[in-house]
């Protein structure tokens, strides 16, 4: 008989998902973010890449006194005694448009200068009043009722950005805002942390490639390939197809030989002790550590198993399609923010009021699925399932996830009326 089947066991003790994430992060050296992990990458392109050094201004932001408001350059001492009862009457000695210089050298007392936003603010001028506080009158003068505070409607010089100092540090995960304030400093490429390389295996001898014919009336389309390629991209990684295999150990052996050249593997199905559950045995063969955890105190998701092998880490996600979602939400993540020197992508949570009770495993973490709405202004959140590993419309029909744990809080039920933090990962819905 083939050593891998006979060595099968089917007793598990169950970890909890804290000491499974600590014990696997401490069997892997996180490898140090250098030249040698790092690329340099357009601006363009550089959204939801991780920064690898940290970033500094070579000039201030803006570069000049800048105009913020259509209006008239002025100084404000010129408004001093200004009032509707007592206006007072500038000189308008020209105009000066974004992109343009001023034709003089200073704007003296008693003169005031027509400019426009983001034009440079001329030298003895000290504010800028807006055309709708103003009446241009019929000699070339401006009308100005109302006293003008010193810097009113300008950005002064490095308010934005100062010369020299930091503007994001070093694992930041970057964002449009964060791109636009790079652009402000003149960068058009950045260096950002290098995607780790993130293999993608499902197994199953039950599973047809989407846009194929089932091979007979018990197979169903592979979907957790799909799945993960895309979290693996929304954690900052990048999704390496190893393909769809049948529950063969010899190949599946070989394809998880050759893919330790990647940075992680991750495995669907074979995840628990059944007869053709082979991955966990073959993981622990591959090399050393091998299988440093199988079996999670969590529902969906408790067949996982975490390795470590040439330092890639590995975790098998059971086949469901939940279960694999959660799998990979409770240990891809970390890993991949590891790997990246980041706290990772900001995840929306906020703190709503269960619309409903429900149930949860006694000893074990539940991934809640919710499903968060607004009415009558407020937040409640509709609970979809707390079981359910193997359809994925549970996941599809919620907005949000709720992980309750009744080991802290010694209960086995999530209460209607009880507030519950939740991790959204689609937009709330408006119910009127």
């Keep these: 008989m083939d050593p891998i089947t006979s060595s099968k066991k089917s007793s598990r003790n169950f970890m909890s998902v804290e000491s499974a994430l600590v014990r696997l992060l401490s069997s892997f050296k996180v490898p140090k973010i250098n030249a040698k992990r790092a690329e340099y990458v357009y601006l363009i392109d550089s959204n939801r890449r991780v920064l690898a050094e940290n970033l500094y201004s070579s000039i201030n932001v803006p570069p000049f006194d800048r105009v913020d408001r259509d209006g008239f350059a002025i100084s404000s001492f010129d408004t ?7 206006p007072i009457y500038l000189n308008i000695i020209g105009k000066v448009l974004a992109g343009h210089r001023a034709t003089f050298r200073r704007l003296r007392r008693g003169q005031a200068l027509q400019i426009a936003t983001g034009a440079k603010l001329p030298k003895g001028a000290d504010s800028v009043i807006m055309f709708e506080d103003t009446t241009s009158e019929a000699n070339g ?65 039950e599973l047809t490639e989407p846009g194929y014919r089932p091979q007979n009336d018990v197979s169903i389309f592979e979907s957790n390939r799909y799945m ?40 669907s199905g074979g995840a628990s002790v059944g007869e053709k559950d082979y991955t966990p045995l073959l993981v622990d063969k591959l090399g050393k550590p091998g299988l440093v955890a199988h079996g999670i105190a969590m529902k969906p998701g408790s067949p996982t198993g975490l390795g470590i092998v040439k330092n890639t880490p590995i975790i098998i996600c059971p086949g469901f399609p939940v279960s694999a979602f959660a799998a990979f939400s409770m240990f891809g993540f970390p890993i991949l923010s590891k790997l990246l020197g980041t706290r990772g992508p900001v995840r929306a949570k906020l703190r709503v009021e269960m619309a409903e009770s429900i149930s949860i495993h006694k000893d074990f973490l539940t991934l809640v699925r919710v499903l968060v709405y607004r009415q009558n202004d407020v937040l409640l959140a509709k609970p979809i399932s707390a079981s359910g590993p193997s359809l994925i419309s549970t996941l599809t029909n919620s907005n949000g996830i709720v992980i309750a744990n009744s080991r802290i809080t010694h209960s086995t039920k999530l209460k209607k009326g009880e507030i519950v933090e939740v991790s959204l990962f689609k937009n709330i819905l408006e119910v009127t």
């Design 80 to 86: 001093g005694d200004a009032s509707h009862h007592s």
């Design 228 to 267: 993960m390629s895309c979290l693996v991209q929304d954690a900052g990684g990048q999704a390496v197809d190893l393909g769809l295999c049948k529950d063969d150990p010899d190949v599946i052996f070989k394809i998880l030989k050759s893919a330790l050249i990647l940075d992680v593997i991750v495995i």
């Design 141 to 205: 003068s401006v009308k100005i009722s109302i006293h003008v505070t010193r810097g009113d409607h300008v950005s002064r010089k490095g308010s934005d950005v100062r010369e020299k100092r930091l503007v994001l540090r070093k694992g930041t995960w970057l964002t449009p805002q964060d791109v636009a304030l790079i652009a402000s400093i003149g960068h058009d490429r950045i260096s950002v942390v290098k995607k780790p390389k993130v293999g993608i295996l499902a197994t199953g001898d």
